[in-house]
């Protein structure tokens, strides 16, 4: 799978939650990630949200598809909701 991501919010990202975009990749590593709709309107297009366990702690890649290429938004530590989500997933 190829990553990619804009470098401004790659700056953007770091300041906001301390973490690099690229940080995201280690998302997906994670074998029992969960990949759900992230939909809001203002967005204009198919986000969604990757929750995997790093290290120990559950983040947040949100994401877009490009072609083959996946595109990272936005990686935070995982919201409640989301932890819930992560845990309660069957899968």
Do not use: C
Request: charged fraction near 35%; avoid cysteine; glycine fraction near 6%.
């Amino acid at each position: 799978m190829e990553f990619e991501f804009d470098p401004a919010k790659d700056e953007a990202n770091r300041f906001k939650h301390r973490l690099r975009l690229a940080f995201g990749v280690r998302v997906f590593d994670d074998p029992d990630h969960i990949i759900s709709a992230s939909i809001r309107e203002v967005d204009g297009e198919d986000r969604n949200k990757a929750v995997g366990m790093v290290d120990g702690k559950l983040y947040t890649a949100v994401h877009v598809w490009r072609g083959e290429t996946l595109r990272l938004i936005s990686v935070r530590r995982s919201n409640a909701n989301e932890q819930r989500d992560y845990h309660s997933d069957p899968g």
